[in-house]
């Protein structure tokens, strides 16, 4: 097997394309949004609970698009699509910077997770996927890195510019760095491999030895099995992230030293990710369904009880660990199941059903908000979850894992 760095410098245009397009997708993500909530409430006169609804509608509403919009990865190249996604984005971060009425704010934030949270990691991350076979584990946690070094220096970095400009110049400022990456994107996949070619000539089959539609997905167990776990790392950290500010609040703890401690979560998360990409390569990404939302169990668990800010950062720690295996379960679990021929489509209605989390979480956490029981005291329901969805995913990889045929060859690198 390659070192880490000849597999890197091999491959580096098509991981460097990866790295950036999730990169990208953080001005889209939960994480960058909720830096402007405050500001954001304060503007419309919204309260806890009108905010996480507004951001369920925008955000279902992404979700149901995604369907439908994720199947274009199995058409066309990365390098049309991918410049595309981030000029859409670039436009919402600019509408956001505007926009002056709640009916505008709600289509502005379905653009941005549209754009962000669905378009941008999906096409990443499909490609990764089909792009490699045998290393396929390791291409999609190098490629996650991207949106884990958004997640250590974007929220810090636009926080302390806060006490500066204005809110709303932070956005255009987000909209300008958008359209400066579109070029660079475009230069990495010069050489880019199209997908209708090697999805016919070169994919890797799933369950049964065959590649499984999206419609057939759907109607098996395994999917069904799975959706807790697909649902709840993107629910309850999504909301986690949303109530930032409230949480801060309700801790005593300050804004400020709470986003100080997001880049030990993120550094948790990156040590995880690369670890779960060698994993999944050695072992298969099913054995690693039952255990991987364990750590988040735990994670909320000390949140739920934590006192000080150092158990605050053991909290987001544990918290991380399960985000980085998420990260690379989320592509390499369906190509493993269900084959790379109509991955495009079939990771459309797994992130579609990401997304929707992504809607649920703030919005019934917000609500209970507002019934009075705060985001820590809803931890250890979270933590609860988790365990469950764990124990579900577990029997259902286990049970499934048998009919999955494995394969040794590789399309990129």
Do not use: E, K
């Given at each position: 097997m390659q070192s880490l760095l000849d597999f890197v410098r091999t491959n580096a245009?098509?991981?460097?394309?990866g790295f950036l397009l999730t990169f990208a997708s953080s001005f889209g993500q939960t994480f960058f949004i909720a830096v402007f909530a405050g500001e954001i409430r304060a503007a419309y006169g919204l309260s806890h609970g009108d905010w996480g609804a507004i951001y369920f509608v925008a955000?279902?509403?992404?979700?149901?698009?995604?369907?439908?919009?994720?199947?274009?990865?199995?058409?066309?190249?990365?390098?049309?699509?991918?410049?595309?996604?981030?000029?859409?984005?670039?436009?919402?971060?600019?509408?956001?910077s505007v926009s002056g009425a709640v009916w505008a704010l709600i289509g502005t934030v379905f653009l941005l997770r549209l754009m962000g949270q669905?378009?941008?990691?999906?096409?990443?991350?499909?490609?990764?996927?089909?792009?490699?076979?045998?290393?396929?584990?390791?291409?999609?946690?190098?490629?996650?890195?991207?949106?884990?070094l958004g997640e250590a220096l974007l929220p810090l970095t636009f926080v302390a510019l806060l006490g500066v400009f204005d809110w709303r110049t932070?956005?255009?400022v987000a909209g300008c760095a958008l359209l400066a990456l579109a070029p660079l994107l475009w230069s990495l996949l010069r050489y880019e491999r199209t997908p209708q070619s090697f999805a016919a000539e070169q994919n890797s089959a799933g369950m049964d030895g065959r590649n499984w539609t999206r419609g057939e997905m759907l109607r098996h167990w395994l999917f069904w099995a799975m959706?807790?776990?697909?649902?709840?790392?993107?629910?309850?950290?999504?909301?986690?992230?949303?109530?930032q500010v409230h949480i801060a609040e309700v801790k005593e703890w300050g804004h400020p030293a709470l986003v100080a401690l997001f880049p030990l979560y993120t550094f948790m998360s990156i040590g995880f990710m690369l670890a779960s990409g060698w994993a999944v390569d050695r072992f298969g990404a099913g054995r690693l369904a039952g255990v991987y939302l364990l750590p988040a169990a735990a994670g909320y668990t000390v949140v739920a009880l934590a006192g000080g800010i150092p158990a605050g950062a053991l909290g987001l720690v544990l918290i991380g660990a399960t985000v980085g295996v998420h990260q690379t379960m989320s592509a390499a679990f369906w190509a493993e199941f269900y084959g790379t021929r109509h991955l495009g489509r079939?990771?459309?209605?797994?992130?579609?059903?990401?997304?929707?989390?992504?809607?649920?979480?703030?919005?019934?956490?917000?609500?209970?908000?507002?019934?009075?029981?705060?985001?820590?005291?809803?931890?250890l329901g979270i933590a609860?979850?988790?365990?469950?969805?764990?124990?579900?995913?577990?029997?259902?990889s286990a049970r499934a894992g048998r009919r999955v045929a494995r394969t040794s060859g590789q399309v990129a690198g």
């Open positions: 245009p098509w991981l460097g394309a955000t279902m509403s992404s979700a149901a698009v995604m369907i439908f919009a994720g199947g274009v990865t199995d058409r066309f190249r990365v390098r049309w699509i991918g410049v595309a996604i981030l000029c859409g984005l670039a436009i919402a971060c600019f509408a956001m669905g378009m941008m990691g999906h096409a990443a991350m499909v490609a990764m996927a089909r792009w490699f076979v045998a290393t396929r584990g390791r291409a999609v946690s190098l490629a996650g890195l991207g949106v884990s932070l956005w255009v959706l807790p776990a697909i649902l709840g790392p993107a629910a309850w950290n999504t909301s986690f992230f949303f109530h079939i990771r459309a209605a797994t992130a579609a059903a990401m997304v929707l989390g992504t809607a649920l979480g703030p919005a019934i956490t917000g609500a209970l908000i507002d019934l009075g029981i705060s985001f820590p005291q809803q931890g609860a979850y988790f365990v469950l969805s764990s124990v579900i995913a577990g029997v259902g």
